[in-house]
C-alpha cells in the first residue's frame, strides 16, 4: 500500500529534551515535506526536500531541523523542544515539484512538550 | 502573498442536504487548486484538484470548479452523508512554486 509512515503517533517529552521524528515514504516520491497544524493557524510548512541532499526552509522553520540522506526518509529533529512546539506534525509526500501534483500524508504525530 | 480564504465557522446539515464550502484565492498567474479531507483522528487525505481554468475536479461525489474570473474553487455535494463529517481544507500552489497554501479549514458535521 502507498503510504506515508510517521513515528511515533503521539509523544509526550520534557523542555530540552532533543526528540527526533520519523517519515518515511514507499513511494519513490521526489518532493517531501514537514507540516504542523494549530487550532486557528491552520496547517503551516515547516521544512521541505526537493530530493536527497536538496532541503530548504517553509514559512515556521525556527526550532527545526530536517535531513534527506535516502529518498524514503525525512526526519524531523526538534534539538531543544519549547513548549510553543506542542503541536500536530504532518508528513507529506509528492511525485515531484510541480504545483500539479497533490500531497499524500502521514497520520501524524502529536507532540506535548512540557 | 498567495493565499486562500475559506468561510469563517463549521457547518452543520442533515443527512442528504445540499453541501457548499466557499474558498476564494489570492495568487498570481494560474496556481493549482485543492481540496483536501480531514477525518477525525487521521492524516489529509486529497479529495480533489484542478490545475487550470474551468477544469472540474471530483471525487466521491464532491465537485469543484476552477473559476478564474471570481478566483473561486468552491466545493460542492448534492447529498451528504454522516461519513461526509470531517474537516475540509482548500489549498493551492502557485504557478511555478511548489508550496501549498492551505486555508484555516471547515468543519463539517453532518446529522443522521
Known amino acids: 500500500e502507498a503510504q506515508v509512515t510517521q513515528n511515533p503517533r503521539y509523544l509526550i517529552t520534557v523542555t530540552g529534551k532533543k526528540l527526533t521524528v520519523t517519515c518515511s515514504q514507499n513511494m519513490n516520491h521526489e518532493y517531501m515535506s514537514w507540516y504542523r497544524q494549530d487550532p486557528g493557524l491552520g496547517l503551516r510548512q515547516i521544512y521541505y526536500?526537493?530530493?536527497?541532499?536538496?532541503?530548504d526552509k517553509g514559512d515556521v522553520p525556527e526550532g527545526y531541523k530536517v535531513s534527506r540522506k535516502e529518498k524514503r526518509n525525512f526526519p524531523l529533529i526538534l534539538e531543544s523542544p519549547s513548549p510553543n512546539q506542542t503541536s500536530l506534525y504532518f508528513c507529506?509526500?509528492?511525485?515531484?515539484?510541480?504545483?500539479?501534483?497533490?500531497?499524500?500524508f502521514g497520520s501524524g504525530t502529536r507532540l506535548t512538550v512540557v | 502573498g498567495d493565499s486562500v480564504t475559506q468561510m469563517e465557522g463549521p457547518v452543520t446539515l442533515s443527512e442528504e442536504a445540499f453541501l457548499t464550502i466557499n474558498c476564494t484565492y489570492t495568487?498570481?498567474?494560474?496556481?493549482?487548486l485543492f481540496w483536501y479531507v480531514q477525518y477525525p483522528g487521521e492524516g489529509l487525505q486529497l479529495l480533489l484538484k484542478a490545475t487550470k481554468a474551468d477544469d472540474k475536479g471530483s471525487n466521491k461525489g464532491f465537485e469543484a470548479t476552477y473559476r478564474k474570473e471570481t478566483t473561486s474553487f468552491h466545493l460542492e455535494k448534492g447529498s451528504v452523508q454522516v461519513s461526509d463529517s470531517a474537516v475540509y481544507f482548500c489549498?493551492?500552489?502557485?504557478?511555478?512554486?511548489?508550496?501549498?497554501?492551505f486555508g484555516k479549514g471547515n468543519q463539517v458535521v453532518v446529522i443522521p
Open positions: 495568487a498570481t498567474g494560474y496556481p493549482s
Open positions: 507529506a509526500s509528492k511525485p515531484g515539484r510541480a504545483g500539479i501534483y497533490g500531497y499524500t
Open positions: 526536500s526537493m530530493n536527497v541532499e536538496a532541503t
Open positions: 489549498a493551492l500552489t502557485p504557478y511555478g512554486n511548489n508550496r501549498l497554501a
